[in-house]
């Protein structure tokens, strides 16, 4: 995969590969500071709920803000009793802060290509410069910066207050290590203690044709990254969330086999709120 928006069926993907994932923490950093246990998982898990509505981000290249924001943050935030069910965060607002650290740190570096892409729709993004903006500032609630609407016309400290309230703790890279078995275990624990996964994923023709069942890769037919979530397991497989809509998948939720995500999934990460 490279740098280069993939623009068509009717969405810009411009999902990009995170940086410096070899400096990542990992899951024996997270149970060394009692983030992750050794308790087995149980054998199912369903993060699927009334309140927990899919999204659609629509013809836009904001699925990192939809998977981080409406799928991981929001659902766990929810579960630990600092939000109410109706409090729903905004994807935009990690979006745009997203491209914006990711462009930073890309003039740090040193690319003598470096140019503002915050504005640009098909300005690429990745999911450890979300992640780090959640970390750092938080996320801004839905109601003060909504996907379709004006920007936000309060002061700029307050807002950051308010986003603040949204912050999370720490993530951890889980697909460390080149056995898929670890990742599985990775998953399932984080899933069973935490709740959903962030992942980017390859997206091949069965998951661009949103088929409920992924259970075969075809890696002749996958073009480019996309942002999702993990939300539950059963048996030797995952239910994947997309912000795609309520049409792809079933309801907005696909199963995908252990086979399949071996070769879809390039990064997945873990998140502590």
């Known amino acids: 995969m490279t740098d280069t928006p993939h623009v068509g069926d009717g969405y810009v993907a411009n999902v990009a590969a995170s940086p410096g994932r070899e400096q990542d923490r990992t899951p024996e950093e997270a149970a060394a500071v009692g983030h992750l246990t050794e308790d087995p998982p149980p054998a199912a898990v369903d993060l699927q709920a009334p309140w927990y509505t899919v999204g659609d981000q629509g013809k836009t290249g904001s699925c990192v803000g939809w998977a981080l924001a409406d799928s991981v943050v929001w659902r766990q935030l929810v579960r630990k009793g600092r939000l109410a069910e109706e409090d729903r965060l905004s994807p935009r ?3 745009m802060a997203a491209k914006e650290v990711r462009t930073k740190a890309t003039e740090a570096d040193g690319a003598p290509d470096w140019r503002p892409t915050t504005f640009l729709e098909q300005g690429m993004v990745d999911v450890k410069s979300a992640l780090d903006v959640a970390r750092r500032y ?6 003060d910066l909504p996907f379709h609407g004006d920007l936000f016309p309060g002061g700029v400290e307050h807002f950051y207050d308010v986003a603040g309230r949204n912050k999370i703790a720490a993530y951890y890279r889980l697909d460390t290590g080149d056995d898929p078995a670890a990742w599985f275990e990775h998953w399932r624990r984080w899933i ?19 088929v409920p069942l992924l259970d075969a890769f075809d890696p002749e037919t996958a073009s480019y990254l996309h942002a999702a979530a993990l939300v539950g397991y059963s048996g030797d497989g995952f239910l994947v969330r997309c912000s795609w809509g309520t049409t792809w ?6 199963a995908a086999t252990e086979d399949y995500l071996t ?3 390039a990064e997945s990460y873990g998140v502590v709120v």
Do not use: N, S
């Not at 938080?138 to 109601?143: D, L, Q, R, T």
């Open 138 to 143: 938080g996320i801004a609630f839905e109601e």
């Open 249 to 254: 998948g079933r309801d907005g939720y696909a």
């Open 263 to 265: 070769q879809a999934v």
């Open 93 to 95: 607002f990690l979006w």
């Open 192 to 210: 069973a203690q935490h709740g959903p996964v962030l992942v980017t994923v390859l997206v091949d023709k069965a998951f661009g044709d949103g």
